[in-house]
């Protein structure tokens, strides 16, 4: 593997603590390169960055509209959420919707990534159950695509069942990658996660957001799945988290997804742009800050919007009693 | 900044999904070297990895005796505590002892490390106190400190109180760093944190588990700290926390604590060997791996404690509903 660069710097006093290394691709909807740092064309499992990729065939199959499926259940559908109260309803009425409940999710349960959704729960004296998974709207998603195409339900995680079938086409459709061959891997939550290309994932992205180089229906159905993001940004992450955030601030410019292990996506529909990073090491305050640099250096929005860039560019870190002691910071290689 | 290894990789299926980075210096007493991979010469800021460098002063002056800090007491002020009820309960009986409560803790407060004890803590419908930190046990030692110091204990945790003094000689003392006029930094805690190079970690702990080149009295002083943890190894960390069920597994062959932003440090007494590790990018999971490495290679336990180490040095990685997808190895270079 040749060497990644620095993105990410943490600091300590006037010293840098930590590094984080990795790559940066940014793409056309041709696969034209706009950004390149490090060795994009090494795979890189996409883990939940694609999650908006995965419910194309949920919108563009008409299962969405049968099972009347609206802008929070599409959200949902993208989202890595944070367990909250909001998101645990909203999955567990999509569910209704198809006469099912949590019972039928396979993606097992965790407590909620929110901290406080997680006290909250334990304070109720209750334990999750998988609707609190971060990919309950996901799995709501597939088991709707399951019930549109009239195939029993059990085992959708599974990369023979149809609707896995159905959602590695849309992920090799968008990306062009061909997964037959990929590395192949189970994610977090049980469904198939592939290798591919860094710069695969980004030019997914600048499809999905742009429409170019998809069928018109399943244009279609990328630019709903965002406008319903852009709608509920709260349902896609959550409470003061990044992707929710950013969405916030920089309305349709912007679709963004984290995935696990520091991998970040995301499209700029305006542009014609897809963004992929992934931070070796796995770090997430890593892939948050590189995107926030890659975000400011292409859209370089003012006002309120340019203001929460900056602050994620470039991010106070606080001890317990408050005080400053460093930073989270892009490194050059980013700010060039 | 020389290159680092890759001392830990993580994979999914059979591919490597993560990568981490960073530097080992293993040496004696007199600073040979033993083992060096990385840049074992650049500044690391030291964080938690030396409470127990930090809490000779509480021994050596008498402080701990005159108040009466036994096993429990002294294993916690060399802790980052998860926040258990143990923990919390040392921590409140050593402020007793000084005639103070947790008003005088200029740590801060933050919820329990572990999970379980800060959804137990929710559930009992209170917030957390400076008892929680996972520092309080070292600032009830500081508190011990200024009491027997007779000096005033408010702003204990600034570099010019007469606690830091002392604690700061005893870090240069041990490590042979000279502290003046290195990068200093705030530490979660509140306290000054240096960064001195990885192998002046790695000889303070070769002579704070052999004695040589101590003091007698600061020699006894480490002997008793040492005792200490292995007397009451749950105090150091936490149920399930790795440095506790290190000590468990493998008794009086090691002294181990980790620090913040992936730092950790050993002492193995009966060679007279210190160890010191750095992750550039922070992550504890992964320089908890590379320990386990160094700690097999070096002692190459049998039986259970070996059983332990194996099984922490390739680590199954297990998705939420309990599936294996991959594993936390170590990388070749701590393998050789």
Partial sequence: MAPSPTLVEVTRGLAVESRHCGAVAVVDADGATVLALGDVERPVFARSSVKALQALPLVESGAADRFGFAEPELALACASHAGEPEHVATAAGALARL??????????????????AARALAASGVGPS?????CSGKHAGFLCLACAMDVAPA?????????????????EATTG?????APVGTDGCGVPTYAMPLVAIARGFARFGSGQGLTPARAAAARRLMAAVWSAPNQVSGTGRFDTQAIQALGDAVFVKVGAEGVHAAALPALGLGIAIKIDDGAARASETAMAAVLARLLAPTGDAGDWLADRVRRPLRNVAGKEVGEVRAADALLR
């Fill in 177 to 181: 990658a061909s997964l037959a061959s």
């Fill in 155 to 171: 085992g959708y995680v599974e990369a023979a069942h149809p609707v896995q079938r159905e959602v590695t086409a849309a992920i």
């Fill in 130 to 134: 998988p609707l609190h998974n971060n």
């Fill in 99 to 116: 006469g099912l409940d949590d019972a039928a999710l396979e993606c097992g349960a965790h407590w909620p990534l929110s901290d406080t």
